[in-house]
């Protein structure tokens, strides 16, 4: 399933798991280790996930690890909303923003794929 010319996907996952390792430094400076923690698994879990599908099995499996990293991108959104309504949490709008592209972007992958 690996092709060679640009893969966004990959490119804009790997980009927000390392703006999410930062968030979550900033997160734990603060002494705010469960939401960091618990953020920065599944914020970093997407990529992984996605990451894997390019070498996947079959179509089948392909859809399978975009699934979960679909799941996984839903849970860290679930993480950065109780940041972003909790005040003494430091909140991002562009890392929330990117997530919701790439959950957007996750989403498109999934449903054209079944088809296809």
Not at 11 to 17: A, D, G, Q
Not at 19 to 35: F, G, H, T, V
Not at 59 to 74: G, L, P, Q, V
Request: net charge positive; glycine share 2%.
């Amino acid at each position: 399933m690996r092709n060679d010319k640009e893969n966004i996907i990959v490119n804009k996952t790997i980009e927000f798991s390392v703006s999410i390792i930062k968030y979550c430094e900033k997160l734990e400076s603060k002494r705010k280790y469960a939401i960091a923690n618990q953020l920065l698994r599944a914020g970093t879990s997407i990529g992984a996930n996605v990451f894997e599908a390019q070498n996947a099995e079959s179509k089948a499996d392909f859809i399978h690890k975009m699934k979960i990293a679909a799941k996984e991108a839903s849970e860290s959104l679930y993480w950065m909303i109780l940041c972003e309504r909790v005040t003494s949490y430091e909140f991002d709008t562009v890392l929330k923003n990117e997530l919701n592209q790439i959950i957007m972007i996750l989403s498109k992958i999934i449903s054209t794929s079944k088809t296809n």
